[in-house]
């Protein structure tokens, strides 16, 4: 991944809750909420929610180069995005604008997230868009959410009995996150313009967390394997990258997180790329690793079926059909095959 310039715009989908500003987040972390509080929105004032965002929320806070319209000047401005594999890969474009829309910068950005704080000359949390006790409302758990999210903001225990608030979003090529902490009045944001930028969070908001609090969090930041392979396929080969797993996994074992996803989804990155050879290698090692999981077997076997070995996809989806008879995929797979 490439680190993008702070005064780059950011075309990507944030699901930061600017509509939750005026209470109508009807999810509580659901993209189809927001997407029905943009219909809302246009319904109610006769506006298009874009200018209606402009008008009334983006530029009042001063986010200038925020939109919720893929612009000329936006588009001018733009980082590049950056795939899982490291390669370009085109903005992607969204209708859903409320969910999946928001174009912005690490400053604005920034200016967002300070505008639900008391301000350093006394301005008030809102910043006169909002009222303090709307922003304390959007700040606050909803009782369903089990401590965990309001309109828009979750919320994150911290060392030394303190919380910060904040939200995430991604889409192919980008990451985003910002964290505050009310009482204090500190915050962090990140942004990223790479598919792998999320993993760039972790590291870093622990060592703001040690910052604000003294202490670090206690979850371990482990790094995915599947981005280590990735590399090493790229230079080196497949067989390459699956003797650096076993022996990762031998010697390295807290420092990466060997889940069943990441063999799985690096498979499927693989797949993505035609390269279905390398990706059997990596469903197989799959199985080798989880043989009592059933989607290993499942991918084995839809790679096989890509490769046209009819007898070796049927055999791992058998499998996988008998360690989760619930496996609705396999079930048709087996039938498709049956009909060939």
Known sequence: ???????????????LGFESAILLNLGANSGGGYTISQLLIEEATGQVFADYMREQILRPLGMLRSDYR?????????????????????????????????????????TFAAAALAGPDKQLPGRNILKPKTIELMLTPAPASNGTYGLGY??????????????????????????????????????????????????????????????????????PIRLALISTILDDGVEAALKQYRELKDTNPEDYIFSEGQLNNLGYQLLGKERVKDAIEIFKLNVAAF?????????????YMKNGDKELAIRNYMKSLELNPDNTNAVEMLKKMENQ
């Open 1 to 15: 991944m490439t680190g993008s310039k702070s005064n780059r715009t950011c075309s990507h989908a944030l699901d």
């Open 70 to 110: 893929l612009t000329k000047e936006i588009l001018a401005g733009s980082s590049v995005a950056y795939d899982g594999w490291g390669e370009p890969t085109p903005n992607p474009r969204f209708t859903a604008e409320a969910a999946a829309g928001l174009h912005t910068t690490v400053e604005d950005l920034a």
């Open 154 to 223: 979750s919320t994150r225990s911290l060392p030394k009995a303190k919380t910060s608030k904040g939200h995430g979003g991604s889409n192919r090529g980008w990451q985003a996150y910002f964290q505050i902490i009310p009482e204090s009045r500190e915050g962090i944001v990140v942004v990223t313009n790479g598919s792998n930028g999320g993993h760039v969070h972790c590291p870093v908001f622990s060592a703001w967390t040690e910052w604000v609090t003294g202490d670090r969090p206690e979850s371990s930041c482990r790094k």
């Open 291 to 303: 043989p009592e999981a059933s989607n290993p077997y499942d991918s084995l076997g839809e790679g």
